[in-house]
């Protein structure tokens, strides 16, 4: 037993060793590392994008969970987002409860949100369930324009308490901290998740839910975690990044139509399924809006400066990247690194079976599961 617990407990240390881990998760560390000690080699505005940046990667990676792991297209996020900040905000201002404790209320507020909408929601299939998540919004964006004796209108809510006590005015590098350390530790927590065997379930499920289904399994429950954990990051973003400079409890800020569609442009262009693609995407969607909405140049056709129509050639950007890039920016950038390293190996490491494969390994397992439970009945 003791030799047992010292070779799991030294595999363990093997696996967690940063030098035995595959070099793409060095790569990833590494690039974090860099992040960390980013405020001192950029201007203060850049850090103030990157704290922004760092939100929409969060966003981002709760969106993926639900719609890059089960295939359920959602087009209503931002009600997740919204509720969370809101709450926060309202707790805050209303009853001058402190963000560390109001954040965690509008978390809990969000995930029950997500289970309200998410049962009903994800028993339909196809255009169906994105006419549910994409009519969501678009009611409670009504019910804050219409109560703007609570919620302010489109305005939104100000005056809101900076989370720990930080000073808005000369905090950003403080801020910014925030908003990394919140990246990582979703990122963290959206990883283990997902390389889980639930989070396997979630990837057979995109693929073939019938499958799922005869193997013993309720695709429904665990498209409903995933919907409520989604809603859950979501949620916490929302709640967070409006005790910050970089936001307010706001429609234009937590759920318009473009704030709806953006993060699902930002999963898909740094990659759907993957997580890590996801926070990549927002943070790039953020840094190239950012650089687009600076630059004053004047596009000949149009006659109008780069500035005045960001958001068009942001579009017109992102659709040569996905042309080029179809499997986006981190899961085109894997199979590249892997044709590099093993160019010369006469082995072929990119995927043929259209990224199948864990479905059926999860598949197959819980089908062997199953017929050692009723003695190797096959039916």
């Known amino acids: 037993m003791s030799n047992d617990n010292t070779t799991g407990g030294g595999g363990l240390a093997r696996r967690l060793n940063p030098l035995r881990l595959p070099l793409r998760h060095r790569l990833g560390l590494l690039g974090l590392a860099g992040m960390a000690v980013l405020p001192r080699l950029v201007s203060t505005s850049f850090v103030v994008t990157l704290s922004l940046a760092y939100f929409w990667g969060v966003y981002a990676m709760s969106w993926d969970v639900v719609s890059g792991y089960t295939g359920q297209i959602s087009f209503g996020h931002g009600v997740f987002f919204a509720v969370g900040g809101y709450t926060s905000a309202l707790l805050n201002l209303g009853y001058g409860i402190d963000p560390v404790l109001s954040i965690p209320v509008g978390v809990v507020l969000a995930a029950a949100a997500g289970l309200i909408i998410g049962v009903p929601a994800l028993r339909l299939r196809g255009p169906y369930l994105s006419l549910v998540t994409l009519v969501a919004p678009l009611i409670l964006t009504q019910v804050f324009i219409f109560r703007s004796d609570i919620f302010n209108g489109e305005q939104g809510l100000s005056g809101v308490s900076p989370l720990f006590g930080l000073r808005t005015f000369g905090g950003e590098v403080a801020f910014y901290y925030v908003a990394f350390g919140l990246f990582v530790f979703v990122l963290a927590v959206l990883l283990l998740v997902t390389r889980t065997d639930a989070g396997s379930v979630l990837t057979a499920i995109r693929e073939d839910p019938d499958t799922v289904a005869a193997s013993g399994l309720n695709p429904s429950k665990f498209k409903i975690m995933a919907f409520v954990l989604s809603a859950a990051i979501g949620g916490l973003a929302g709640a967070v990044i409006v005790h ?49 909405a600076g630059i004053a140049w004047t596009v000949p056709v149009i006659g109008q400066p780069v500035s005045d129509i960001n958001f068009l050639v942001f579009a017109l950007i992102t659709l040569v990247l996905l042309f080029v890039m179809p499997g986006g920016i981190v899961r085109t950038a894997i199979v590249a690194g892997r044709r590099v390293l093993d160019r010369g190996s006469g082995e072929d490491t990119v995927a043929t079976d259209g990224g199948t494969a864990p479905a059926r390994r999860v598949y197959e397992r819980y089908i062997d599961r199953l017929r050692a439970a009723f003695g190797g009945d096959d039916r």
Not at 261 to 281: C, D, R, W
Request: hydrophobic share 50%.
């Open 244 to 292: 910050t400079p970089s936001g307010n409890a706001s429609p234009t800020t937590l759920m318009t139509i473009t704030v709806n569609v953006e993060v699902i442009i930002a999963a898909i262009l740094g990659g759907m399924g993957t997580i890590v693609g996801a926070g990549v995407g927002g943070i790039l969607l953020i840094l190239l809006r950012e650089q687009l």
